[in-house]
């Protein structure tokens, strides 16, 4: 996906980060939209399913 930007962030090693955003459980994929959260993913998921999940808000 060019057109879409991914980031990470060790949360270990950022636990305020981590916190600010609310992330308790990894992996956990934060999907941003215009600079607000639109959606939260919590837990393992395949390819497909977050294709799906990321193209929603394209």
Do not use: C
Not at 13 to 24: F, H, P, V
Not at 43 to 49: E, I, L
């Amino acid at each position: 996906m060019t057109d879409v930007k991914f980031g990470k962030v060790d949360v270990d090693q950022n636990k305020e980060t981590a916190s600010d955003l609310g992330i308790r459980a990894i992996p956990t994929l934060i999907i941003k939209k215009d600079g607000q959260i639109v959606d939260r993913v919590v837990g393992v998921h395949n390819q497909k399913q977050l294709t799906d999940i990321i193209n929603k808000y394209k």
